[in-house]
Nanobody, 113 residues
């Protein structure tokens, strides 16, 4: 059974940084497109970043230049480095294996002074 476990969320001040991690178990994900979504209460999950099997990234306009997605296939882990955080980045962040449609449990990021 494939499972995704996210970590790294927390409370940070505006302008601060966090790094989220998502580790997969039960599968070697080197051939998977990996994605990070964010969700705020009452809204649908929105894609913020993805990374393909060649480690080519894509970003939502709202996070370009601030967030960076990367992967370490040897560790079965994908990362989301979040810099210059804004209050509007406050959300639950979910890791997703695109073609298997598997989700992690989410990790909460709160940006507040």
């Amino acid at each position: 059974q494939v499972q995704l476990v996210e970590s790294g969320g927390g409370l940070v001040q505006p302008g601060g940084s966090l790094r989220l991690s998502c580790t997969a178990s039960g599968r070697t994900f080197s051939t998977d497109v990996m994605e990070w979504y964010q969700q705020t209460p009452g809204k649908q999950r929105e894609l913020v970043a993805s990374i393909d099997t060649f480690s080519y990234p894509n970003y939502a306009d709202s996070v370009k230049g601030r967030f960076s997605i990367s992967r370490d296939n040897a560790k079965n882990t994908v990362y989301l480095q979040m810099n210059s955080l804004k209050p509007e980045d406050t959300a639950a962040y979910y890791c997703h294996i695109k073609f298997m449609d598997i989700w992690g449990q989410g990790t909460l990021v709160t940006v507040s002074s």
